[in-house]
Nanobody, 124 residues
Framework: QGQLVESGGGLVQAGGSLRLSCTAS????????MGWFRQAPGKEREFVAM????????AYADSVKGRFTISRDDAKNTVDLQMNDLKPDDTAIYSC?????????????????WGQGTQVTVSS
């Protein structure tokens, strides 16, 4: 499997914004559905967003709809997550993932593999 490397995490105040980026080899990302997940301390990893192979279709968890936007740039081999109006509950380690397939709703077993993640901390 290819390597996924996340960047862009950090500390931000509530209401602020961050943009996460996931980079990988062309073979890993190109023409593959991709996603973002997060894991807060003491909680299980949860789905955040995914994007289909062309970038035309996206899906989001209800908790981030209207605030987060997933996008991809296959020319740069990147998948980004723009996060606006951040809340303390968004504090987590955010990981990029290669998906087995795209769907409008996430299902268990849909993820191929994840990256190591980047920490996002939102202060109140």
């Amino acid at each position: 499997q290819g390597q996924l490397v996340e960047s862009g995490g950090g500390l931000v105040q509530a209401g602020g914004s961050l943009r996460l980026s996931c980079t990988a080899s062309r073979r890993t990302i190109n023409s593959q559905p991709m996603g973002w997940f997060r894991q807060a301390p003491g909680k299980e990893r949860e789905f955040v967003a995914m994007i289909n192979y062309s970038g035309r279709f996206t899906a989001y968890a209800d908790s981030v709809k209207g605030r987060f936007t997933i996008s991809r740039d296959d020319a740069k081999n990147t998948v980004d997550l723009q996060m606006n109006d951040l809340k303390p509950d968004d504090t987590a380690i955010y990981s990029c993932a290669r998906m087995k397939y795209f769907s409008s709703q996430y299902s268990e077993g849909q993820t191929d593999y994840w990256g190591q993640g980047t920490q996002v901390t939102v202060s109140s």
